[in-house]
């Protein structure tokens, strides 16, 4: 099932029904990074390299070949904090554009079913908003165990997989559940949920085509929910509380 969902999303990244949300996604990802990217840069021109360049203030022969080694690391360090915004990054720009994606999947794919209800524009930023700020705590935890050998390349997938995994599946289910049976449904197919939210985990861990990854785990997230409801038709909050 998750990877006929994986297969199925990929698929519609490029299909001419989500061409215009497609560009959308894309644009306003790199505009998004690239604001990032010179935020960071400045901040650590501004408060930083003072503080390096103070060490030198004769400025040795030497001292030219440590400030290029330093801009060296310099560079890495921004490149390393913003490949880790990426996620948080994407939870911002999905929630914008996840109803845009849905309603092609489920007009292409899911005729047959009725329609799912987007989000109203202000809760579905709250939404965003919130899942921002915890994938910026997640992340600063796989931050913190980044140098640790055998936990950090763990701790990025398993920190992204389950926070992408939960939030996305539960943008999906609000189409068509209130949130409170949305989360119900995640905790019931947790097991399903997680998985298929490493699968995001390693679609964003891939340089380039992590760019669209809020386009595909959109998508990729509204086939799950589709499946997971054809296996289970009679959820509902109510049978889980009995």
């Known amino acids: 099932m998750i990877l006929d969902a994986a297969a199925l999303s990929f698929r519609n990244l490029f299909a001419p029904e989500t061409r215009s949300v497609f560009w959308k996604v894309l644009g306003l990802t790199l505009v998004v990074l690239a604001a990032l990217w010179f935020a960071l840069r400045e901040a650590f021109v501004f408060y930083l390299w003072p503080w390096f360049a103070s060490f030198f203030p004769a400025m040795p022969d030497w001292a030219g070949w440590m400030v290029f080694v330093m801009g060296l690391f310099a560079s890495v360090g921004l490149a390393l904090v913003l490949a880790l915004l990426l996620a948080p990054v994407t939870a911002i720009i999905a929630g914008l554009f996840l109803d845009d994606v849905a309603e092609v999947v489920e007009r292409r794919d899911y005729r047959s079913d009725p329609a799912g ?4 524009i202000g809760e579905a930023l709250v939404q965003s908003l919130q899942f921002f700020g915890i994938v910026i705590v997640g992340n600063l935890i796989a931050l913190m165990l ?3 050998p055998g936990i950090n390349i763990a701790a990025f997938f ?3 997989g389950y926070l ?9 289910a609000m189409r068509f559940r209130s949130r409170r049976e949305a989360m119900d449904f995640r905790r019931k197919h947790s097991g399903t949920v997680f998985l298929a939210g490493l ?4 679609f964003l861990a891939i340089p380039i085509l992590n760019l669209l990854t809020p386009l595909f785990a959109a998508g990729f997230m509204v086939h799950i929910h589709k499946k997971l409801s054809q296996k289970d038709p009679l959820f509902s909050a109510d049978e889980l509380r009995r």
């Open 164 to 172: 992408l995994g939960r939030e996305f599946f539960e943008f999906a």
């Open 117 to 120: 209800t987007a989000m109203p």
């Open 199 to 202: 699968v995001i985990a390693g």
């Open 158 to 160: 398993l920190v992204n």
């Open 146 to 148: 980044l140098f640790v």
